[in-house]
Structure formats: C-alpha cells, structure tokens
C-alpha cells in the first residue's frame, strides 16, 4: 500500500509562483514513476507532468512546459512541481501519483495517461488570481 500526500497549493496572483509536494509511503520509491494531474470545476482530470524513478527524464503537458518543472528526492519520498509564471487557467486542484509497476514506456504518451497511475493523493488547491 502506497500513501500519498500532497501540500503546497495556495492562493497567488497571476505572474507568482508555487511548489507543490507530494510525500509517499513506501520502501521503493524511488522504482516509481510519479506524475502530477489536475482537474478545474467542471472539466477532466489532465496530466501535468511525470518524473521517472531515477529522476533523469521527466514529461510535460504542453500548456506547462517551460512554466512547470517536476523534480524528486529519493531520499525523502517526495516529488516537487515548481510553478511558475501562473495563469488564471492553471486554477485546479493538483494530485500527485504512483505508477508502482516499475514499466519503462517506450513513449511518453503513455505516462499522460491516468490509468497507468495506480495510486493517487487527495489533491490540493491551487487557485491562481487575475
């Protein structure tokens, strides 16, 4: 059983910045890949982005590249997501999540897709001001 708790979110104007983290449970963390999703009033569940086990590649959504970066320290059992340069649209309550499977995928579709995660946090809010 894999435990995930996220913290970080918050209120911030557009322009600001915020990082998100994401505390696991579990000896083998760092065999897993861990992604961030969110999901605004009314609309899908979305990838964000995704960090291999090792941390040496990671994955983006386009709408956060460059903005966003994803990193992990194996040591603490956490995942960060750095934002920056936040926009209105970004509003969303954020989840972070475990793929436990230790899958290389050999594209990077794969990790934007949910159902590849098999645990997930309770999300935190992340409300971004005009």
């Known amino acids: 059983q894999v435990q995930l708790v996220e913290s970080g979110g918050g209120l911030v104007q557009a322009g600001g910045s915020l990082r998100l983290s994401c505390a696991a449970s579990?000896?083998?963390?760092?065999?897993?890949?861990m992604g961030w999703f969110r999901q605004a009033p009314g609309k899908e569940r979305e990838f964000v982005g995704a960090?291999?086990?090792?941390?040496?590649?990671?994955y983006y959504a386009d709408s956060v590249k460059d903005r966003f970066t994803i990193s992990r320290d194996n040591a603490k059992n956490t995942v960060y997501l750095q934002m920056n340069s936040l926009k209105p649209e970004d509003t969303a309550v954020y989840y972070c999540?475990?793929?436990?499977?230790?899958?290389?995928?050999?594209?990077?579709?794969?990790?934007?897709?949910?159902?590849?995660?098999?645990?997930w946090g309770q999300g935190t809010q992340v409300t971004v001001s005009s």
């Open positions: 999540a475990a793929d436990t499977s230790g899958t290389g995928y050999s594209r990077s579709y794969y990790y934007t897709r949910l159902n590849i995660y098999d645990y």
């Open positions: 579990g000896r083998t963390f760092s065999s897993f890949t």
């Open positions: 960090i291999r086990g090792s941390g040496s590649r990671s």
